[in-house]
């Protein structure tokens, strides 16, 4: 079983910066794909981006590449999204989502087994 606690969400102002970090419990970290995801109200769960165990293959949604970056420190059980140039229509609850496999990640959210409970994003204009 693995638990994933998301954080660092918040209201920014359009053009700025956020970082959420997910804490992951469990002592095989390292042998799962993470990914982040986020939906908008009214809207489907959608993909934004994901990384390999090793942080070595990373893949971005084409609305968020170019501003925002997947990374993981598996020291620290902890995957991290930092998001630069936030827009209005970024606002979401995100979730941090874990795959336990060693195959290439996906965009697939059926994937995913394991998933945090969320942390809100707001970008005003």
């Known amino acids: 079983q693995v638990q994933l606690v998301e954080s660092g969400g918040g209201l920014v102002q359009a053009g700025g910066s956020l970082r959420l970090p997910c804490v992951a419990s469990?002592?095989?970290?390292?042998?799962?794909?993470m990914g982040w995801f986020r939906q908008a109200p009214g809207k489907e769960r959608e993909f934004v981006a994901t990384i390999d165990w090793s942080g070595g293959t990373t893949y971005y949604a084409d609305s968020v590449k170019g501003r925002f970056t997947i990374s993981r420190d598996n020291a620290k059980n902890t995957v991290y999204l930092q998001m630069n140039s936030l827009k209005p229509e970024d606002t979401a609850v995100y979730y941090c989502?874990?795959?336990?496999?060693?195959?290439?990640?996906?965009?697939?959210?059926?994937?995913?087994?394991?998933w945090g409970h969320g942390t809100q994003v707001t970008v005003s204009s």
């Open positions: 989502a874990a795959e336990s496999s060693r195959r290439p990640p996906s965009s697939d959210s059926v994937r995913y087994t394991y």
């Open positions: 469990g002592r095989t970290f390292s042998s799962y794909a």
